[in-house]
T-cell receptor, first 109, second 115 residues
Framework: GQQVMQIPQYQHVQEGEDFTTYCNSS?????IQWYKQRPGGHPVFLIQ?????EVKKQKRLTFQFGEAKKNSSLHITATQTTDVGTYFC?????????FGAGTQVVVTP | GAGVSQTPSNKVTEKGKYVELRCDPI?????LYWYRQSLGQGPEFLIY????????DSGLPNDRFFAVRPEGSVSTLKIQRTERGDSAVYLC?????????????FGPGTRLTVT
């Protein structure tokens, strides 16, 4: 079955620095969604990518979908303390989301 | 408007007992999903409903788990003969319709602890 892997598992970032987290699927995805979960909270939808090679930006966040639609990345620039949380990618299989294990982001002031 | 709500927020039960977890989706959302999240892991799909019917229950781990959505709104996840391994946060989500790429809105979850 479909498997979604995320790396790194943990990301320690100095405030103001940039970082990237990666998502890889064992199968071609119809689309991919990204969610953010704050400590003690629930997943909150960030964005979905549908087209091969698609790039979308949300302020300091840049999301990319690979040409083969099997991988995706999230790049955050000028990290802020509000970026703390776990970022999940989720492959969409006919409405059923297959989540990766997430990248837990810790920001050092 | 109101988001997805789940009750109870916490549930502690003894091994072997029966529990029911409730989910109230966003009004008008036809699709409803149940996930289970263990510490340090992403949500794991259990089941989803389109309207009243279970469209896909392939994620239910075994026959001790069952979910219903009799009127196409509120859903209840039922777990029989609970085991310690069932301890996790059970998340419910809803979306406007069942479709590829539809944004899912998650509730706060029910933390189930089986002692």
């Amino acid at each position: 079955g479909q498997q979604v892997m995320q790396i790194p598992q943990y990301q320690h970032v100095q405030e103001g620095e940039d970082f990237t987290t990666y998502c890889n699927s064992s199968t071609t995805l119809s689309n991919i969604q990204w969610y953010k979960q704050r400590p003690g909270g629930h997943p909150v939808f960030l964005i979905q990518l549908v087209k091969s090679g698609e790039v979308k930006k949300q302020k300091r966040l840049t999301f990319q979908f690979g040409e083969a639609k099997k991988n995706s990345s999230l790049h955050i620039t000028a990290t802020q303390t509000t970026d703390v949380g776990t970022y999940f990618c989720a492959g969409d299989s006919w409405g059923k989301l297959q989540f990766g294990a997430g990248t837990q982001v810790v920001v050092t002031p | 408007g109101a988001g997805v709500s789940q009750t109870p927020s916490n549930k502690v039960t003894e091994k072997g007992k029966y529990v029911e977890l409730r989910c109230d989706p966003i009004s008008g959302h036809t699709a409803l999903y149940w996930y289970r999240q263990s510490l340090g892991q992403g949500p794991e799909f259990l089941i989803y409903f389109q309207g009243t019917g279970a469209a896909d229950d392939s994620g239910l781990p075994n026959d001790r788990f069952f979910a219903v959505r009799p009127e196409g709104s509120v859903s209840t996840l039922k777990i029989q003969r609970t085991e310690r391994g069932d301890s996790a946060v059970y998340l419910c989500a809803s979306s406007l319709k069942w479709d590829i790429g539809d944004e899912q809105y998650f509730g706060p979850g029910t933390r189930l602890t089986v002692t």
